[in-house]
Structure formats: structure tokens, C-alpha cells
Antibody, heavy 120, light 107 residues
Framework: QITLKESGLTVVKPTQTLTLTCTVS??????????VGWFRQPPGKALEWLAF???????QYSPSLQNRLTITKDTSKNQVVLTMASMDPADTATYFC????????????WGQGALVTVSS | DIRVTQSPSSVSASVGDSVTIACRAS??????LAWYQKKPGKAPNLLIY???TLQSGVPVRFSGSGSGTDFTLTINNVQPEDFATYYC?????????FGQGTRLEIK
């Protein structure tokens, strides 16, 4: 059974860097074809994709945020880490990680989400 | 980027009704489209992928159709647990993009 769980600080100050960890189980981050994405949903707004990492360490970023985002993985720890620099109150949102469904660029298993509030 | 536009932004229905939600991509994406259900405080739930393939465990009252630029999600015999927000997502290429959502409300 595939599971994902987000963890990290839930309150950050403006200008700080957010670090979120997605701990996965039920699949290997190094297995061919696997991939994990990060998403967010600000209160009352739509879902937004942020970043994606493949099994072979190839990475993709949202063009509007790519200068602030870094995605990495630690296969030995079954973890995918997202950092977002220069946090702003507009970045307040629930952040999700999710497992890619096979070769499709859609996502079948999701973490429960982590509500991140940016406030001084 | 491929823009994805959903309509309507909200729809009202009674239990037992049928509901159709539309999604349009800004350029042809074949059948690379997915639909999700999102409830407050919960993670998105994948309903349909490849435009019309039902994800395992999803009730058969949900169906998807379309290809190219125009797609639809249909919910037949709406049940109380179906009242939620629905999102389409183009799965053709990065950057992944979502529609703005359609809220299904109780009439």
C-alpha cells in the first residue's frame, strides 16, 4: 500500500525558507518510472502544481516559482524534500505531496497535506 | 504553458440528478487529462485519468469523455458524498496545470 506524509514547520516568517519533507512508503523512489510531485492550495483557491522529481533525479519546476524552489530526494530515507525560499504571506496554503500514477502525469496517492502559514 | 479552463465554476444539484462539468485545454492534449475530487481538509482524490479511465475504487457513476481540447466529467445519480469541488488537470506536459475548479453544491 502506497502512503505519503508531509512534515515540516507549519508557521514561517516572511523572507524565511520553508522546508517540507514527504516520507513515502509502499514504493521505491529509485524504481524506474516512479515520481513524486508537490502541490499547494491557498485558502479558497485552486490547486497549484509546484515541482516534480523522477526516479532518475530529473526535476521539473513551476515556471512562476522555479527561482524559489528546490526539490531533492533521499532514497535511503524514502523522503522527498521541497524547499521554497523568500516566503511571503501569499504563500500561505496547504502543501501536498503526491505519487505519480505509472507513466501518466497524474497523481493517484496523496499525503494528508500540511497547512503552512506565513506570518510575522 | 497549457491553460485549462473549467465550466461552470459552480453547479447545484439534488441527490439523484446527473451533472456534467466541462474542461477545455488551450491546445490539443490528446487524452492526457485527469479529474480529481477535492473536499475541504482532505487530499485530492483521483477519479479519472487518460480522459476516460476510471481510477480503481471510484464508483461507476463517475465517467469522463473527450479528447483534443474538450473534455467532460459526468456524475450520474449524484450521491450526498459527491458534493465537493472537482478539478481537471492536463497531464500532457510540464508545467502541470489545473482548472480553477467546479463546486458541486446541494440544491
Amino acid at each position: 500500500q502506497i502512503t505519503l506524509k508531509e512534515s515540516g514547520l507549519t508557521v514561517v516568517k516572511p523572507t524565511q525558507t520553508l522546508t517540507l519533507t514527504c516520507t513515502v512508503s509502499g514504493f521505491s523512489l529509485s524504481a524506474s518510472g516512479e515520481g513524486v510531485g508537490w502541490f499547494r492550495q491557498p485558502p479558497g483557491k485552486a490547486l497549484e502544481w509546484l515541482a516534480f522529481i523522477y526516479w532518475d533525479d530529473d526535476k521539473q519546476y513551476s515556471p512562476s516559482l522555479q527561482n524559489r524552489l528546490t526539490i531533492t530526494k533521499d532514497t535511503s530515507k524514502n523522503q522527498v524534500v521541497l524547499t521554497m525560499a523568500s516566503m511571503d504571506p501569499a504563500d500561505t496554503a496547504t502543501y501536498f505531496c503526491a505519487h505519480r500514477r505509472g507513466v501518466h502525469l497524474c497523481f493517484d496517492y496523496w499525503g494528508q497535506g500540511a497547512l503552512v502559514t506565513v506570518s510575522s | 504553458d497549457i491553460r485549462v479552463t473549467q465550466s461552470p465554476s459552480s453547479v447545484s444539484a439534488s441527490v439523484g440528478d446527473s451533472v456534467t462539468i466541462a474542461c477545455r485545454a488551450s491546445r490539443e492534449i490528446g487524452q492526457w487529462l485527469a479529474w480529481y475530487q477535492k473536499k475541504p481538509g482532505k487530499a485530492p482524490n483521483l477519479l479519472i485519468y487518460a480522459a476516460s479511465t476510471l481510477q480503481s475504487g471510484v464508483p461507476v457513476r463517475f465517467s469522463g469523455s473527450g479528447s483534443g481540447t474538450d473534455f467532460t466529467l459526468t456524475i450520474n445519480n449524484v450521491q450526498p458524498e459527491d458534493f465537493a469541488t472537482y478539478y481537471c488537470q492536463q497531464a500532457h506536459s510540464f508545467p502541470v496545470t489545473f482548472g480553477q475548479g467546479t463546486r458541486l453544491e446541494i440544491k
